[in-house]
T-cell receptor, first 118, second 115 residues
């Protein structure tokens, strides 16, 4: 099946700094990527939908100026957490939609990035 | 708005036995897709099984099968011959239409398979 990678897998940063997380589709072109956030022992919550070449669509309650999303190419989307605070500590997961996936419109998930803000 | 409800936060099953995880959803859409995802301790999301709403036949993937009751808006997952490697969080998910793409997840059920 298709592979989606994320980098880094784990990052620790100081409060007030910015952190960039990359999401790459390795063997397919993803016109749409999704960013989810998962708190410990909780479900995945959609943060934003990232479309190549256009602005991301953010879910209600997600600060677009804090969570900057750039989908500059068909294989790469980045999430930048700006001025990170301890409450931003979480597990961030991306997924990519393979438009050639047929009627299933399959989403492939990355392995996730654990962010710890000190 | 669509919602997905998993009413069993935790379940356990003995190895080789069968277990059923429950999921209900609410939607006014006529065209949608339902999924079960598995998240093991590695936290990598793995697609277990999927169902098209317009298909009456229940989906089956090896030891995994679903009981899809469209009128009742129920989508339960049955795992037969449970294996230790089935231990994971299981999330039920809803997707509206073919082109919408984004998934709405339930809160998950933690399944423990005991030897």
């Amino acid at each position: 099946g298709a592979v989606v990678s994320q980098h880094p897998s784990w990052v620790i940063c100081k409060s007030g700094t910015s952190v960039k997380i990359e999401c790459r589709s390795l063997d397919f072109q993803a016109t749409t990527m999704f960013w989810y956030r998962q708190f410990p022992k909780q479900s995945l919550m959609l943060m934003a939908t990232s479309n190549e070449g256009s602005k991301a669509t953010y879910e209600q309650g997600v600060e677009k100026d804090k969570f900057l999303i750039n989908h500059a190419s068909l294989t790469l989307s980045t999430l930048t957490v700006t001025s990170a605070h301890p409450e931003d500590s979480s597990f961030y997961i991306c997924s990519a939609r393979d438009p050639a996936g047929g009627p299933w419109d399959t989403q492939y998930f990355g392995p996730g990035t654990r962010l710890t803000v000190l | 708005a669509q919602t997905v409800t998993q009413s069993q936060p935790e379940m356990s099953v003995q190895e080789a036995e069968t277990v059923t995880l429950s999921c209900t959803y609410d939607t006014s859409e006529s065209n949608y897709y339902l999924f079960w995802y598995k998240q093991p301790p590695s936290r990598q999301m793995i697609l277990v099984i999927r169902q098209e709403a317009y298909k009456q036949q229940n989906a089956t993937e090896n030891r995994f099968s679903v009981n899809f009751q469209k009128a009742a808006k129920s989508f339960s997952l049955k795992i037969s011959d449970s294996q230790l490697g089935d231990t994971a969080m299981y999330f039920c998910a809803f997707m509206k239409g073919v082109s919408q793409g984004n998934l709405i997840f339930g809160k998950g059920t933690k399944l423990s398979v005991k030897p």
